[in-house]
């Protein structure tokens, strides 16, 4: 929606009695690019493994390229997308989830410290993922059957933690009565 298309509507919706919620931009463009290039890219490699193996490839070294980028991004980025503003220790993060399994988890503005730790097991498994697949296609490991089951190993508990990770989301969006998909579509939350 443009400016002019957001004050229109704003205008509308004050003079009919609400006030809609002010938002934030949270996630910055490359955040939400990473996020769903990364969906896709691990999907389409995950469903071509053993059938269209040029196919996985290439989108093995597209993901392991994309997560290079993000890591990267992790530390020069803007500050929601450094790592520094949103990974909390594990006492946080377990005392979080204790919160939210009680319906009593704090909002945050950017990644709750559940979400922080599901990033960081995310981005572990995917560069384990990508690391043993990368192996895989050298002289030193080729067709060697341990790097393939670790490989296999990695991206199957990558589809766990994909599960446990939209669940999460789901869990947080009830309970905190906002869309965390469209926040990280636009890239705007609430801002209260």
């Known amino acids: 929606m443009s400016g002019a298309a957001t004050d229109a509507a704003r205008e509308v919706a004050v003079a009919g009695g609400v006030v809609p919620p002010a938002t ?3 996630w910055d463009r490359f955040v939400r690019f990473f996020h769903w290039t990364l969906v896709a890219l691990f999907a389409v490699a995950y469903f071509t493994g053993g059938e269209a193996e040029d196919v996985h490839i290439v989108n093995g070294y597209a993901l392991a390229t994309l997560l290079a980028l993000r890591l990267l991004w992790g530390f020069v980025g803007p500050r929601t997308a450094r790592f520094s503003s949103f990974v909390r220790s594990p006492a946080e993060t377990l005392a979080y989830v204790r919160d939210a399994a009680r319906f009593r988890a704090r909002r945050f503005l950017g990644h709750n410290p559940a979400g922080a730790a599901m990033i960081l097991a995310l981005v572990i498994a995917l560069a384990g993922t990508a690391t043993t697949g990368i192996m895989m296609t050298t002289d030193a490991f ?8 670790v490989h296999e190993f990695l991206a199957n508990a990558t589809i766990g933690l994909i599960i446990l990770h939209v669940a999460g989301v789901l869990v947080a969006s009830f309970q905190h009565r ?3 998909v469209a926040a990280m579509v636009t890239g705007r939350k609430r801002a209260d």
């Open 178 to 180: 906002e869309n965390l």
């Open 24 to 26: 934030v931009v949270v």
């Open 142 to 149: 080729w067709g060697s059957a341990w790097i393939e089951e």
